[in-house]
């Protein structure tokens, strides 16, 4: 085939038209998803949500044994 044809053909078309779909569809989502996910990822809110589990387990603990 010819490149004039080629351009030309519909099949050509529609693998475009999908291919900026999804690389719209999917550059949206991550611009929607991002901050969201990175607010609860913090490595300092995790130790201290640990650490208040941890002393809370540690109370429930010897309230209930005693």
């Known amino acids: 085939m010819e490149t004039k044809e080629l351009i ?3 099949q050509l078309v529609v693998v475009y038209a999908i ?3 999804y690389t719209i569809t999917f ?4 611009v929607v998803t991002h901050p969201t996910d990175k607010a609860g990822v913090n490595p ?3 130790e201290q949500i640990a ?3 941890t ?3 540690k109370v429930v603990g ?3 044994s005693g």
């Open 8 to 10: 030309k053909a519909p």
């Open 51 to 53: 650490k208040i589990e």
């Open 19 to 21: 291919a900026i779909l």
């Open 44 to 46: 300092i809110n995790i």
């Open 55 to 57: 002393k809370h387990l």
């Open 62 to 64: 010897s309230s209930s």
């Open 27 to 30: 550059s949206l989502a991550a």
